[in-house]
């Protein structure tokens, strides 16, 4: 059976008043990058996986490297339901337009 791609996104609150605070925010957003997540939108980050059980491991890691102040949640989504998500903004940002599917011609 052919496995689908899914999405990991992960959404997360950290204070970073003190610099201690800061470094932990620093700390855990630098493994997201490293483990492949891309920045959505501000403390929204996203990663493609391949299958179910992929998924489910990306957010298994990030659960161990919860700063102690994090509140973190993750969210499975297929490539449809990702794909049925509206953006809701007034201007579309830089990032978003970078990001926006093309349709290839060819003639």
Same mark, same amino acid.
């Given at each position: 059976? $052919?496995? /689908?791609?899914? &999405? ?9 008043? +003190? @610099? /201690? ?12 990058? /490293?483990?492949? *997540?891309?920045?959505? =939108?501000? +403390?929204?980050?996203? &990663? ?5 059980? +992929? ?5 298994d @890691? ?18 449809? =339901? *990702?794909?049925?998500? #509206?953006?809701?903004l007034? @201007?579309? +940002?830089?990032? $978003?337009?970078?990001?926006?599917? #093309? =349709?290839?011609t060819?003639?």
């Open positions: 059976m $052919e496995e /689908k791609f899914m &999405r990991v996104l992960v959404m997360f609150d950290m204070p970073t008043l +003190s @610099k /201690k605070d800061r470094k932990y925010y620093t700390k855990f957003r630098d493994a997201l990058i /490293k483990d492949g *997540f891309m920045m959505l =939108q501000y +403390s929204v980050y996203m &990663r493609i996986c391949k299958g179910v059980a +992929s998924a489910n491991n990306y957010l @890691k990030v659960g161990l490297i919860v700063p102690p102040k994090g509140h973190i949640r993750g969210l499975i989504l297929t490539e449809k =339901q *990702f794909d049925n998500m #509206r953006l809701l007034g @201007k579309e +940002s830089e990032n $978003e337009k970078a990001n926006k599917p #093309r =349709q290839l060819l003639f």
